[in-house]
């Protein structure tokens, strides 16, 4: 009995191993993020500037952290890859040309101290974003129509050396129309920078040199990708696998999706969330995908207030529409999904509020909870993870 006993605990105890340490894993695994707020701070609005709060990934649960002030319209913000700097744009107000703001960002308290200020590279900046290593900060400029690549220096302050790119608006009638930059986004592989144009109907293509000191950006091969005229290219995501990447068009209702290889985009289907019996100005808005990459999500203003959601075809990248859902709010400018996958959080703009929607990870649809916090005019909803 006594040999058959240490016989059997030669078995067993790498079995106990791997049980603990399955249980220390699943315990420590982070369950808690960070997120910042961005917001308007203008035309009546009760909001301070950017906000702090806790959320946990198991509840849904949301907690006030910290905020900052002294910032007009911080209406995007972005994290730095080493969490340890937070950039915002502020979108108009008192300074003459748009800004980008810097501030130290302490994990442990929330607490946002200003760095300094640069030139946001024109008017009206409406988004802002960074490079995988943490040394450019892009913002594109929605009433000038231009593009702005600032570099960053050592300590996270920003450097006065902003590179500008301007797009010149299509000519009808002899007269030059609208460029509205709507956004900046890196490739996976950190090599190019794609900049939906909504005046234009473009998207601009750019090669990003990551090591240069200033002017990191020069036009690709082709410069540009064309989008049907009135379509209102807005936001813009790649997908996980790196393979695809997909488009929200704000005026037309339409999501592209894309082949992406090597700074080339080949488009392969573009779906309408567009109801057929819609009247007046479209919003189209947000766009993001699940974790997983199995789902995307879409945000519609214009009064239908609702998010769409598709399913995504993980061998061609190809959607399939799943269900809408009422934003619950007014004006849902802009959503997150949490780090885990687990819940989606809707920002209601013109309702002053954020609503937390429980994600089903099969199926991809949402649930309301009843969570929610209000804020005066949240734009921009950022985790920290």
């Known amino acids: 009995m006594f040999e058959f006993n240490i016989y059997a605990m030669s078995f067993i105890k790498p079995i106990l191993y791997l049980c603990c340490l399955l249980t220390f894993t699943s315990c420590t695994a982070q369950t808690k993020f960070d997120l910042l707020i961005g917001t308007y701070t203008n035309r009546g609005s009760s909001s301070e500037g950017i906000y702090v709060y806790t959320f946990d990934s198991k509840t849904g649960e949301l907690e006030y952290k910290n905020e900052v002030g002294d910032i007009d319209n911080p209406s995007y913000l972005a994290i730095s890859p080493d969490h340890k700097n ?3 744009v502020s979108e108009s107000g008192r300074d003459p040309v748009g800004m980008v703001y810097a ?4 994990s442990s308290t929330g607490k946002l101290t200003f760095k300094n200020k640069e030139s ?12 995988h290593t943490g040394k450019y900060v892009f913002t594109a400029n929605y009433g000038s129509g231009s593009l702005a690549a600032v570099p960053v220096l050592d300590g996270g302050a920003l450097s006065s050396s902003v590179q ?3 797009n010149k608006g299509n000519v009808v009638n002899g007269k030059e129309g609208r460029s509205n930059m709507h956004a900046a986004v890196i490739s996976p592989d950190n090599k190019y920078l794609f900049a939906p144009n909504l005046g234009i109907d473009k998207i601009g293509v750019y090669h990003f040199d990551a090591e240069a000191s200033s002017n990191p950006l ?3 091969e082709p410069a540009f990708i064309n989008l049907p005229t009135g379509s209102g290219p807005r936001h813009f995501v790649f997908h996980p696998d790196g393979k695809h990447a997909y488009l929200i068009q704000e005026l037309d209702g339409g999501i592209t999706s894309y082949d992406y290889h090597d700074g080339k985009l080949s488009p392969i289907q573009t779906v309408s969330f567009k109801p057929d019996d819609f009247e007046g100005t479209f919003g189209g808005a947000d766009i993001h995908i699940s974790p997983d990459g199995r789902f995307l999500y879409g945000s519609n203003r214009s009064g239908i207030n609702e998010i769409v959601i598709y399913s995504i075809d993980q061998n061609t990248g190809m959607l399939t529409f799943v269900a809408k859902q009422s934003s619950l709010g007014k004006t849902p400018r802009n959503f997150a999904i949490d780090p885990t996958g687990n ?3 809707v920002a209601n703009q013109d309702s002053d509020d954020i609503i937390v929607f429980n994600r089903n990870q099969e199926t991809g649809l949402l649930t309301p909870t009843d969570i929610s916090i209000n804020i005066g005019r949240p734009v921009n909803l950022t985790f920290v993870d």
């Open 120 to 131: 946001a590279g024109g008017n009206g900046p409406c988004y802002v974003s960074m490079d």
């Open 103 to 106: 501030y130290d960002y302490d």
């Open 343 to 345: 819940f989606l959080l």
């Open 86 to 88: 937070v950039y915002a």
């Open 164 to 166: 500008e790119i301007y």
């Open 218 to 220: 020069t036009p690709a």
